[in-house]
């Protein structure tokens, strides 16, 4: 994988049969912050050949198209993608994960569903697209963002929360810092870091400066909220 220019939309490749579907997805697609759609295909066929001519970023593909098996071109392509099927075999999933597949939704899903595997995605590429080499603390990092955490709903918290707790460290940053840090919007920084300070799990603190709005300062409170 190379490296991508910073700032430069991700493109995406929307392939399914059914061209009302492929049409919802694009709408999705074209309405997620930092993403483009730069074709929509019915077959393997017209996928390959668009794969060939616009090298997309993301390939969103069906399972069973007229031609063939998506998850066989997400195989044969070798790109990041997400499978968007009403097949819910264990086989057919078993395949597309062994295929590399980022995600995979059963139709019929909501919009916020795909929405929020797009930005996932958009973070998880910040991190890999680098001319760099990749510590485990990277790699660790884009896998979380991607795939989310394996703990259950009862935890106390989300992958997202785990992140912003992360980023704040044994310090005491501000939601800026913790965004920065964390891979997150500076807004969804804010709303994880206030909700974890409703339940006592950070402290908050108000850092008042020559001018302007205090500043809100946050800090691990030693409560487990995991």
Known sequence: MTAKKAGRLLQVLVV???????????????????????????????????????QPDLLLADVY???????????????????LSAATEPATVRCALAAGVHAYLVKPFTRQSLTERLDRFARYRRIVDTPHALNQKDIDKALSLMHGSTRPASAGGSATEQLVLDALGDGERSAAEVAELSGVSRA??????????????????????QSGRPEHLYARSGKPGW
């Not at 912050?33 to 730069?38: A, I, L, N, S």
């Not at 920084?189 to 850092?207: C, D, F, P």
């Open 16 to 54: 399914d049969d059914d061209f009302r579907v492929a049409q919802i997805h694009a709408d999705v697609v074209t309405a997620t912050r930092g993403f483009e759609v730069v074709g929509t295909a019915r077959t393997v066929a017209e996928a390959r050949e668009l794969i060939a001519t616009r």
């Open 188 to 209: 969804t920084a804010q709303r994880r870091l206030a909700a974890m300070a409703g339940r006592g799990v950070v402290t908050v603190r108000l850092k008042y400066g």
């Open 65 to 83: 198209l007229p031609d063939g098996n998506g998850i066989d071109l997400v195989r044969a392509s070798g790109m990041d993608a997400f499978v």
